[in-house]
């Protein structure tokens, strides 16, 4: 066998150093993201689609969170269609953003009495929830879908939402009331693009806004045409326009004919989240949210932006010598998640051959030991550590025994010999036949990392 042939073996027989990271969840079906940055970290607020959906049958919405872009951290669902004792299905697309030590949450779902659309907001002092209804009634009903809410420099907020139509209105400082009427936003050709084929709809809008201003330009990100979608956008001098259309960012791809904007800065770099059909099982109903980076033009125009498999690239490191949630995914395999019961959310469904894996673990000049929070109703399994690829460098295996319950947790600790320096570390789940055990936390000791853009 030739160099070159025992080469292309080697590289063969490691599954996952290409792994793609893209959709950034895999353990459910995610749609319409809605990214917010407060205090160095990415929040993204999403819906769920249910498996094997055949319509938009979305009962919750989810929190995920990163500091790094590539590790996201399943927070649950702190917000569902029952936090409004007024709603009755739909918890469609939304989005989540801060002011004055409060997080409010919009969001389109059903108004049981009228059977309409209309808009709710959750509030909560966390970015994680629990979120309760602000005000214990619709915030606007108009049998229209998909806010955005933008807070211009001087203090003024504004929501946006629609389909067919594109409205806004002044939110009042308390963000949970507005002064004026709903103003519908004129959907001119010059200021949404031209669609051909449906006298009803002239223009490109169609749903899913995402209002922002940089640099002094407002934009105006939105899915345009149905369908399927694309990701288009117009610009204007102020909030309320003149809007001019400006082209396309997403053309149509990705087995999902709807699509959805969530446009923000992050730690010097720009990034789009959007959603698509990619996960196994994937489609217009069982939608997977991703993201990719982007540069603006100079003339602050936003450049075509395709979906990959690979995603953002990584913007800091994850410590491993403090607790680390096992629900820090950067891409997971075969594995759920759940609430448990000691807090949080805890890695389940594990079964022999499954696996997780954590990107840019800065391991710093060794660790020596490694132990997690677990627990079992059958009889276990074993932890191996992996650096690089779910079958790359072993540097430690942990036992883990049976608990009697798969909520009663136990902190199991084994050696680690040779993590040193920054890697992608793989947890290889092995054991018998069924599922294995559950895993909340986990944290290593020994060796002293130095952090970049700590996670
Ligand atoms: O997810 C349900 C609906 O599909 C959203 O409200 C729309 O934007 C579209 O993505």
Not at 37 to 49: A, F, P, Q
Not at 362 to 370: D, E, H, L, V
Request: proline fraction near 6%; charged fraction near 15%.
């Amino acid at each position: 066998m030739t160099a070159i042939a025992v080469l292309l073996c080697v590289v063969t027989v490691i599954p996952g150093t290409a792994r793609a990271d893209n959709p950034i969840v895999q353990t459910i079906y995610t749609a319409d993201p809605a990214p917010l940055v407060h205090n160095g970290r990415v929040y993204l607020y999403t819906g769920h689609d249910e498996d094997g959906s055949t319509y938009f049958t979305m009962k919750e919405w989810r929190v995920w969170s990163s500091a790094d872009l590539v590790n996201w951290t399943d927070h649950g669902s702190p917000m569902s269609v029952a936090t409004f004792t007024w709603a009755s299905a739909d918890a469609w697309a939304g989005q989540a953003v801060y002011r004055n030590g409060k997080f409010y949450w919009y969001v389109p779902v059903k108004d049981r009495a009228s059977g309409q659309m209309a808009i709710g907001v959750g509030v909560s002092n966390s970015p994680t929830g629990p979120f309760t209804d602000a005000i214990g009634h619709p915030l606007v009903r108009n049998g229209e879908i998909d806010p955005t809410v933008f807070i211009d420099d001087n203090g003024q907020a504004y929501l946006y939402w629609g389909n067919p139509n594109l409205w806004y209105v002044r939110l009042n400082a308390d963000m949970i009331s507005y002064s004026g009427s709903p103003t519908k936003i004129p959907l001119t050709t010059a200021g949404f693009g031209t669609r051909t084929g449906d006298p009803n709809r002239p223009t490109l809008y169609e749903e899913g806004p995402w209002v922002y201003k940089r640099n002094g330009l407002y934009y105006n990100v939105f899915a345009a045409k149905c369908c399927s979608e694309f990701i288009g956008y117009s610009t204007a001098p102020g909030p309320t326009g003149p809007w001019t259309y400006r082209g396309t960012i997403m053309p149509t791809q990705g087995g999902s004919f709807t699509n959805h904007p969530g446009v923000i800065d992050f730690n010097g770099g720009s990034y789009f989240f959007y959603h698509n059909g990619a996960l196994p099982g994937g489609g217009g109903f069982t939608r997977s949210v991703a993201v990719e980076k982007f540069t603006y033009n100079a003339d602050g125009t936003i450049p075509a932006i395709n979906m990959t498999t690979t995603g953002a690239p990584r913007v800091g490191t994850l410590n491993p010598y403090v607790r680390q949630e096992a629900e820090t995914i950067a891409w997971g395999s075969g594995v759920e998640t759940e609430p448990a019961g000691e807090g949080g959310m805890n890695v389940g469904w594990i079964e022999n051959g499954d696996h997780i894996k954590v990107k840019g673990v800065a391991f710093g000049s060794g660790a020596t030991s490694f132990s997690a929070r677990v627990a079992s109703a059958t009889s276990g399994g074993r932890i191996e550590l992996r650096l690089d690829g779910v079958n790359g460098t072993p540097v430690g295996t942990c036992t883990v025994p049976g608990t009697g319950g798969w909520q009663t947790w136990t902190t199991v600790t084994c050696p680690v010999t040779g993590a040193t320096g920054t890697h992608d570390l793989y947890f290889k789940y092995t054991g018998g036949s069924g599922y294995l055990f559950n895993a909340n936390w986990w944290q290593f000791t020994g060796g002293s990392s130095i952090q970049i853009g700590v996670t």
